[in-house]
């Protein structure tokens, strides 16, 4: 229901509760006419005590559930009421949470984009610095003997001897 048909029923139940109170008292049984379980209706009858605040009136129990009906509309409409309020404060909320979450999603998606733009960036640096490393390997390679100058019985490559595994460095000079 929107707000204005909450306040058209609030209204309608306050003027039938008004012109049946005026009347003799109609029971309203609350299992049988409205179609609930004992215990749904035992829960109904004490909110309802809760909500007249009426000392006189005894706790609610499952050996009576019969209300009267124009209480059950004024208690019906106090409930429209109380939802009418409610949501109309959520609908004046609203807007600005909408807002502050638009602005935070888009706070997001931007974030994200710097991040691809640095990902894409230290990806590129990478592939840059493998290019390069494999160049330096192919200047080592012209530059070492076929034949390991440590054991002189290895084949050279650029992981090192591949019987010794030794690995000629910046400092060593060819034998």
Same mark, same amino acid.
């Given at each position: 229901?929107?707000?204005?048909?909450?306040?058209?029923?609030?209204?309608?139940?306050?003027?039938?509760?008004?012109?049946?109170?005026?009347?003799?008292?109609?029971?309203?049984?609350?299992?049988?006419?409205?179609?609930?379980?004992?215990?749904?209706?035992?829960?109904?009858?004490?909110?309802?005590?809760?909500?007249?605040?009426?000392?006189?009136?005894?706790?609610?129990?499952?050996?009576?559930?019969y209300t009267i009906d124009w209480l059950a509309m004024?208690y019906i409409s106090h409930k429209i009421d109380v939802?009418?309020?409610?949501?109309?404060r959520l609908l004046e909320i609203l807007p600005g949470?909408?807002?502050?979450?638009?602005?935070? =999603?888009? *706070?997001?998606?931007?974030?994200?984009? +710097?991040?691809?733009?640095?990902?894409?960036? !230290?990806?590129? /640096?990478? @592939? &840059?610095?493998?290019?390069?490393?494999?160049?330096?390997?192919?200047?080592?390679?012209?530059?070492?003997?076929?034949?390991?100058? =440590?054991? *002189?019985?290895?084949?050279?490559?650029? +992981?090192?001897?591949?019987?010794?595994?030794? !690995?000629?460095? /910046?400092? @060593? &000079?060819?034998?």
């Amino acid at each position: 229901m929107t707000p204005i048909e909450m306040k058209l029923s609030k209204c309608l139940l306050n003027l039938a509760s008004n012109e049946f109170s005026s009347h003799c008292c109609n029971d309203l049984d609350l299992v049988n006419d409205i179609g609930i379980t004992p215990d749904e209706a035992l829960e109904l009858k004490k909110a309802m005590y809760v909500w007249q605040q009426d000392p006189e009136i005894t706790e609610p129990s499952l050996d009576n559930l019969y209300t009267i009906d124009w209480l059950a509309m004024m208690y019906i409409s106090h409930k429209i009421d109380v939802d009418c309020a409610e949501r109309i404060r959520l609908l004046e909320i609203l807007p600005g949470t909408h807002k502050s979450l638009f602005d935070r =999603v888009q *706070e997001i998606i931007h974030i994200s984009i +710097d991040r691809l733009r640095i990902l894409k960036t !230290l990806e590129a /640096e990478r @592939d &840059e610095a493998m290019k390069r490393e494999a160049k330096l390997r192919e200047k080592i390679m012209k530059l070492m003997p076929d034949f390991c100058p =440590v054991c *002189e019985g290895g084949r050279m490559t650029s +992981d090192g001897c591949s019987q010794c595994n030794w !690995l000629m460095g /910046e400092n @060593d &000079e060819l034998l």
